[in-house]
């Protein structure tokens, strides 16, 4: 029979694997309402220029006559290099590209305008029309002369897009995301994300919460994809998530400018890194990015001299096994004596069946004059889980791996293995781990548990990514090794 710590022991290890693969809920207040809107008419304004927004200020809002006419463009395309975004006149936007991205700008929300941005009056949030002028192929100007206010967007060389306001009067200001909830095989949830407080929140699309803070950024996040809206300071605004999709984001204050500007980009970690603000936290590494990002970086100098990212998982891996190992190479050497002494613990359960106390001091005074330890069998396992959540999140999180290939059937490492063939590997390497594994402290019932965590584990991971489950399959595989060389130096 178990004592309690070894009980203790055994479900930390079964309740570890569950918790790894568990999905974090995010509660909040049950709200179904959304928020009010009032439809504006559009306004056209006549022989109104808009002004540069290095003037744009509340005393040069309003519009000023010229002797051109504005261009009153529906929709319109802002350009620098390869970048590009497309917004209609109501400053809801359709479109962007940006080099750097592998899937089209319409996956990150599944729907036509995923955000717009509204103006709060006395009468609520107005979908306000502009009369727009393009500047040039990287910059527009609107205005809109009814209620006296103007705006100017810039696309720069690093693919973001500032964008100004400015009003005679003081408004407040509502962004409104939209998106539709989807789930890939690859586990890839559709999701708003914002920093908030000084904390990168993640709701997924179709969740309900709401609440208010001190906001830097915010948008949408989708299969290593975000697009999202960073205020050039921080402001303090009211935010609510509905069940049918909605993030709204309204700025707390009333106020006669407000600037920012717009990201559209693949979450590549060096990169969100470069743009600043903090972006960076959108890639998910949880608790243990201290160990995570080192990993990241070194899993990419791999790949750097070795173009593969299937064989940078599997050096990785045999690095971190090699860091680990003089931690396990005690464990191992205990466990090597607890297979020696399985006779003489099935000697003392047969004298003293019937004595429980007698069986639990006898075999506890076996363990301590052959320096066995009965709880060696776990340890292992429970020294590399730092590491495997750290390259979980890595592997689940990193763009990296998206159309990365392997070998002939594995042509994307960021989704599961067509086939299975990773999945069956890495059960059969642990089922023969399990074997090599002493089990001599358990009764029949609690052995025959433990034989089936391996096939338990394989199901689990049987549709996460081929990347993940190539880890653990080769971590299995060394461990083996290591395993098998230290009971041949303790036998020696």
């Not at 178990?2 to 999905?23: C, E, M, P, Y």
């Not at 962004?175 to 989807?182: I, S, T, V, W």
């Not at 790949?303 to 464990?331: D, M, V």
């Not at 004059?369 to 592997?395: E, H, T």
């Amino acid at each position: 029979m178990f004592n309690s710590d070894q009980k203790r022991a055994f479900l930390a290890v079964i309740l570890s694997g569950a918790i790894l693969f568990g999905w974090q809920l995010y509660f909040g207040p049950k709200q179904k309402a959304a928020a009010e809107k009032v439809e504006a008419k559009a306004v056209t304004t006549d022989n109104k220029t808009p002004v540069s927004p290095s003037t744009l200020t509340a005393e040069t809002a309003a519009p000023v006559d010229t002797t051109k006419d504005p261009i009153n463009l529906s929709n319109v395309v802002i350009k620098n290099g390869d970048y590009s975004f497309q917004m209609n006149n109501d400053l809801s936007f359709e479109n962007a590209t940006n080099p750097n991205s592998v899937f089209p700008f319409s996956d990150i929300s599944g729907v036509k305008n995923p955000l717009k941005v509204e103006l709060i009056t006395d009468y609520g949030a107005l979908d306000v029309r502009y009369d727009i002028v393009k500047i040039s192929d990287s910059k527009v100007s609107g205005s809109n002369a009814n209620f006296g206010i103007q705006f100017e967007a810039e696309l720069k060389a690093d693919g973001k897009m500032y964008f100004n306001f400015a009003s005679q009067k003081p408004y407040k200001y509502r962004f409104l995301f939209e998106g539709k909830e989807k789930k890939l095989d690859n586990g890839q949830i559709r999701h708003f994300v914002y920093y908030n407080n000084s904390k990168v929140n993640i709701v997924a699309v179709g969740d309900d919460k709401e609440s208010d803070g001190s906001m830097k950024w915010f948008g949408m996040d989708f299969n290593y994809h975000l697009f999202t809206f960073v205020f050039s300071g921080t402001e303090t605004a009211r935010y609510k998530i509905t069940e049918d999709g909605k993030f709204y984001v309204d700025t707390n204050d009333k106020k006669t400018s407000l600037s920012g500007h717009f990201v559209f980009t693949k979450k590549t970690y060096d990169h969100l890194v470069t743009l600043g603000d903090n972006l960076h936290l959108s890639v998910d590494f949880g608790m243990l990015s201290v160990l995570a990002v080192p990993m990241l970086h070194t899993l990419q100098w791999f790949y750097k001299y070795i173009p593969n990212y299937g064989l940078a998982i599997i050096i990785l891996t045999i690095l971190i096994r090699l860091i680990t190992f003089p931690l396990q190479w005690k464990s191992f050497k205990s466990m090597k004596k607890m297979q020696k002494i399985q006779p003489d613990l099935q000697k003392i359960r047969e004298k003293y069946k019937d004595e429980p106390q007698k069986l639990q001091s006898e075999t506890m005074e076996l363990f301590k004059r052959a320096g066995a330890n009965p709880l060696s069998g776990c340890l292992p396992l429970l020294l590399q889980m730092p590491f495997f959540f750290a390259i979980y999140k890595v592997l689940y999180s990193a763009v990296e791996l998206v159309d990365a290939p392997f070998v002939a059937w594995i042509v994307d490492l960021s989704v599961k293995d067509p086939y299975y063939v990773l999945p069956v590997l890495m059960t059969i390497s642990m089922f023969l781990q399990q074997k090599l594994t002493p089990q001599s402290t358990m009764d029949p019932t609690q052995q025959k548990v433990m034989l089936l965590m391996p096939i338990i584990f394989g199901f689990i991971m049987h549709s996460l990514p081929a990347g993940l489950v190539l880890y653990i399959f080769v971590s299995t595989i060394f461990g083996l090794l290591q395993q098998l060389f230290v009971y041949k130096i303790a036998e020696d």
